[in-house]
């Protein structure tokens, strides 16, 4: 199967700092990446994606990175809050397919 | 509150069992996927339905089936259960093919 990895189980920040939360992916055929935040006890919720054919896309409070080269995907959250503790998923889609890295435990510290 | 609905919330059932899964997609999104999130997996796709029509399939075993109906509800049936099949079942849809998807709350299905 694919491999979908995160470099970073858990990340803590400060209150009002930026986070940057990182994922590797494995399949260079991969044309579609999604951002997902999970907080518990609820589904995924989708934050923001991103076409291989851009290498930045910015929506609110969030910016995803994709370097194709390196086969590397960022997710940059501005100005952190409490309510952005969760634990956030990378997707990478090589055609219709759905392949999900493990997570990284994102906690806001107030 | 994302749009979708699914049902049952909790389902409690003995290996061997068959179990059926509802999920009802957002007013106007002809799209329905399933996913699987356990702890030693993580969240695996299962499969996606547009519009009545099978569009992807994922990681589904052969002991699971899915379908879309006209109304476009659809059903994750469950069959021959194993310990191992105890996760928490998801159901998302999206306006077309691809692009955001909305989960519903989930389905936790626990095997004894």
């Known amino acids: 199967g694919e491999s979908v990895g995160l470099h970073l189980p858990t990340l803590s920040v400060q209150e009002g700092d930026n986070s940057i939360i990182n994922c590797a992916y494995s399949n260079s055929a991969s044309d579609y990446f999604i951002w997902y935040k999970q907080e518990s006890g609820k589904g995924p919720q989708f934050i923001i994606d991103i076409r291989s054919n851009m290498d930045k896309r910015q929506g609110q409070r969030v910016t995803v990175l994709l370097n194709k080269t390196v086969k590397h995907l960022s997710l940059q959250i501005a100005a952190t809050q409490p309510g952005d503790s969760a634990v956030y998923f990378c997707?990478?889609?090589?055609?219709?397919?759905?392949?999900f890295g493990t997570g990284t435990s994102l906690t806001v510290i107030p | 509150d994302s749009g979708v609905t699914q049902t049952p919330k909790h389902l409690i059932t003995a290996t061997g069992q068959r179990v059926t899964l509802r999920c009802s997609p957002r007013s106007g999104d002809l799209s329905v996927y399933w996913y699987q999130q356990s702890l030693d997996q993580g969240l695996q796709f299962l499969i996606q339905?547009?519009?009545?029509?099978?569009?992807a399939k994922g990681n589904i075993l052969e002991r699971f089936s899915a379908q879309q109906f006209p109304d476009l509800h659809s059903e994750l049936n469950l069959s021959s259960l194993e310990l191992g099949d105890s996760a928490l079942y998801f159901c998302?849809?999206?306006?077309?093919?691809?692009?955001?998807?909305?989960f519903g709350p989930g389905t936790r299905l626990t095997v004894t």
């Open positions: 997707a990478e889609i090589p055609g219709n397919q759905f392949y």
């Open positions: 339905y547009y519009n009545g029509e099978e569009r």
């Open positions: 998302a849809s999206s306006v077309g093919g691809e692009g955001e998807q909305y």
